[in-house]
């Protein structure tokens, strides 16, 4: 296990970090005596967020699929704070529901967001982590490594991420810079309850097999992160067994397609019933929704 280093004086960019992991992240990178750059699409929010944090802060709204936006961030972020140490592409959203019946842009756009979303944000950063020799952080999800129904886009968008820092990892690693893929489970946040506001999605959620059945509080699953950015970790998971399903994991896709199957054959009457669900789920999905419809 790689040694812990301080994060005393240390620059951190968190994208999405007005709410959820990203806000608790950045508090506690801050508690560790990091600067913090927090990006999101909530000025408001981010405001908040950095004016309550104990160490030298400032913030930025940006959209992390915008190429030009997020490299003038980039460059912004250099002349506030001189340097960037560790960067946490952690913006996401989700949308639920059958494949042949979701909308096609909120589709789309967790794909974009999620995944292109953190290679624009590696893009953007990359030059001044390769000047640190510095860190970045792809947060995927339990989702990269089971491969589940009624969660097509947000599945496919998570299993890009891991890719894409992997690859990224064996591009850069010879330059100083370490990339790691950050896992969590089901996880305290506005997106995992907007998501429980649909009942046959909260039904389905409900009948996993433990462990992967339960919500996990904040707090412990962030503490994590931030020990994984502390040692640079190439692998990080908010939750313990977590690590476990790694072994495992090239048996899932053939277990979860027999259950599967079971699982929408009981569920499609009630599917039928309550109709076709549209748009991103949560607080953060409505801010993405928001930021779009100001951009038409």
């Given at each position: 296990?790689?040694?812990?280093?301080?994060?005393?004086?240390?620059?951190?960019?968190?994208?999405?970090?007005?709410?959820?992991?990203?806000?608790?992240?950045?508090?506690?990178?801050?508690?560790?005596?990091?600067?913090?750059?927090?990006?999101?699409?909530?000025?408001?929010?981010?405001?908040?967020?950095?004016?309550?944090?104990?160490?030298?802060?400032?913030?930025?709204?940006?959209?992390?699929?915008?190429?030009?936006?997020?490299?003038?961030?980039?460059?912004?972020?250099?002349?506030?704070?001189?340097?960037?140490?560790?960067?946490?592409?952690?913006?996401?959203?989700?949308?639920?529901?059958?494949?042949?019946?979701s909308d096609p842009v909120s589709w789309r756009r967790v794909i974009e967001v999620?995944?292109?979303?953190?290679?624009?944000?590696?893009?953007?950063?990359?030059?001044?982590?390769?000047?640190?020799?510095?860190?970045?952080?792809?947060?995927?999800?339990?989702?990269?490594?089971?491969?589940?129904?009624?969660?097509?886009?947000?599945?496919?968008?998570?299993?890009?991420?891991?890719?894409?820092?992997?690859?990224?990892?064996?591009?850069?690693?010879?330059?100083?810079?370490?990339?790691?893929v950050g896992y969590l489970s089901w996880t305290d946040t506005d997106m995992v309850?907007?998501?429980?506001?649909?009942?046959?999605?909260?039904?389905?959620?409900?009948?996993?097999?433990?462990?992967?059945?339960?919500?996990?509080?904040?707090?412990?699953?962030?503490?994590?992160?931030?020990?994984?950015?502390?040692?640079?970790?190439?692998?990080?998971?908010?939750?313990?067994?977590?690590?476990?399903?790694?072994?495992?994991?090239?048996?899932?896709?053939?277990?979860?397609?027999?259950?599967?199957?079971?699982?929408?054959?009981?569920?499609?009457?009630?599917?039928?019933?309550?109709?076709?669900?549209?748009?991103?789920?949560?607080?953060?999905?409505?801010?993405?929704?928001?930021?779009?419809?100001?951009?038409?």
């Amino acid at each position: 296990m790689s040694r812990r280093r301080s994060l005393e004086g240390q620059v951190a960019v968190v994208t999405g970090a007005a709410r959820g992991v990203g806000e608790l992240l950045a508090r506690k990178l801050s508690a560790r005596g990091a600067k913090v750059a927090l990006i999101g699409l909530e000025p408001d929010e981010l405001k908040r967020v950095s004016e309550s944090l104990r160490t030298d802060s400032a913030h930025w709204h940006g959209d992390v699929t915008d190429h030009d936006a997020m490299t003038r961030i980039a460059g912004e972020v250099k002349d506030r704070f001189g340097k960037v140490d560790l960067v946490v592409a952690n913006a996401g959203v989700a949308s639920g529901g059958p494949f042949v019946d979701s909308d096609p842009v909120s589709w789309r756009r967790v794909i974009e967001v999620n995944l292109i979303g953190g290679a624009v944000t590696g893009r953007a950063f990359l030059p001044q982590l390769i000047a640190s020799r510095g860190y970045f952080l792809q947060i995927a999800s339990l989702a990269a490594i089971t491969p589940a129904p009624m969660m097509s886009a947000y599945c496919s968008s998570k299993s890009g991420v891991e890719a894409f820092a992997h690859c990224l990892g064996a591009e850069v690693g010879h330059k100083g810079v370490r990339v790691g893929v950050g896992y969590l489970s089901w996880t305290d946040t506005d997106m995992v309850r907007g998501a429980d506001e649909d009942e046959v999605m909260r039904d389905l959620r409900k009948r996993l097999p433990w462990p992967a059945n339960r919500t996990y509080p904040l707090g412990p699953a962030v503490d994590r992160i931030v020990a994984g950015i502390e040692r640079r970790s190439r692998h990080v998971y908010g939750q313990w067994w977590l690590r476990g399903m790694q072994g495992i994991r090239g048996y899932l896709p053939s277990v979860i397609g027999t259950v599967g199957q079971r699982e929408m054959r009981r569920i499609e009457p009630r599917l039928a019933e309550a109709g076709t669900r549209t748009g991103l789920v949560g607080a953060g999905g409505a801010a993405d929704e928001g930021e779009r419809a100001a951009k038409r």
